[in-house]
């Protein structure tokens, strides 16, 4: 956190950093990826999260070279597609020039697929991608326990992270503190819960943002921020990148925190990590 930039950042396993709240872009329009990215970096965001299964590197590359904003104060993650684990060191160098990168600060295998029984291999590649300094940090994505044991088993290096789908109705408690325990920092995906249930009309949720004169997708925001996650909320528009970005002027009391904790009910919204292939 600076005088400019009230994000704070989370310092990684590795002795990097990241900002704790960033822009994701899922689902964002190859075509319309430079103009919102272009708009979120406007806004303040300087972490952005993306993955070659997106098909919008290319949109996030060129809203980076056109904001002129020096290297080091961006944070930009992508993510190994997963029929590429097999070849991550080919798929990272294209994702490298799509992004327009010498470097990302954060590479990811995006899924387990352990159908595919190639994430060891490729987490090994990974390996290789960080010693090198081409990814200052790298880690996984909806790795459950028995992935990451695995990784331990048969790897060096620790994850950075673990990706996953996390917001009030779905926290992967078992995951999350797994993960904590073994230094590796929760990134929350979803974090409003795709839009696909009712988080944001809940009274533990509504109740808190009107007492704090905040919005309900403010509130969870902050909710996650306070938990220790780090997250990278989705919009195409630009009113709300900039409410999701005006989360640092309030603080949830710890009833307010206990009472949206609560609201677990362990459905997920996205795919389950051992079907998806
Ligand atoms: P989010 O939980 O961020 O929700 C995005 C949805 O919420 C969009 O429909 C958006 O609509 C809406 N929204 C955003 N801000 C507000 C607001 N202030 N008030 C009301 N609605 C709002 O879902 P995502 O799936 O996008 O998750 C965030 C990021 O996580 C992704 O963009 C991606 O980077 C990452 N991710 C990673 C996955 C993985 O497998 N590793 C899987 C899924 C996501 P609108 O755009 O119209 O504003």
Redesign the pocket.
């Known amino acids: 956190m600076t005088a400019s930039n009230p994000v704070p950042t989370i310092a990684l396993n590795n002795d990097t950093s990241i900002p704790q709240l960033g822009?994701?872009?899922?689902?964002?329009d190859p075509p319309e990826t430079e103009r919102i990215v272009t708009d979120a970096l406007e806004v303040g965001y300087r972490h952005i999260?993306?993955?070659a299964a997106?098909e919008n590197e290319g949109g996030v590359g060129a809203a980076l070279k056109a904001s002129g904003i020096a290297r080091d104060e961006l944070f930009i993650t992508t993510?190994l597609a997963n029929p590429r684990q097999t070849q991550a060191s080919a798929a990272f160098e294209e994702s490298l020039e799509k992004l327009s990168l010498d470097y990302v600060d954060l590479y990811?295998i995006?899924?387990p697929t352990p159908e595919r029984d190639t994430y060891v291999q490729a987490w090994k590649e990974l390996e290789t991608i960080a010693e090198s300094g081409r990814a200052k940090a790298i880690g996984v994505?909806?790795f459950l326990v028995p992935h990451l044991q695995r990784l331990f088993e048969e790897t060096s290096i620790v994850p950075a992270v673990d990706?996953?789908?996390l917001?009030p109705a779905y926290q992967q408690p078992d995951v999350t503190s797994f993960a904590h325990e073994h230094g590796i920092h929760i990134?929350?995906?979803?974090?409003?819960?795709?839009?696909k249930y009712d988080l944001?009309e809940l009274p533990q949720i509504t109740e808190a943002a009107a007492a704090h004169g905040k919005?309900?997708?403010?509130i969870v925001i902050r909710w996650h921020l306070q938990r220790g996650n780090i997250?990278?909320?989705?919009?195409?528009?630009r009113e709300?990148?900039a409410?999701?970005f005006d989360v640092f002027d309030f603080t949830l009391t710890d009833a307010e925190l206990g009472a949206i904790t609560a609201l677990e009910r362990g459905g997920r919204v996205?795919a389950h990590p051992n079907e998806l292939n």
């Open positions: 822009f994701g872009v899922f689902k964002v999260d993306t993955a997106y993510k990811l995006h899924w994505s909806n990706q996953i789908e917001h990134e929350a995906w979803g974090p409003l819960g795709q839009g944001l919005t309900p997708a403010q997250v990278f909320p989705k919009s195409n528009r709300r990148m409410e999701n996205g």
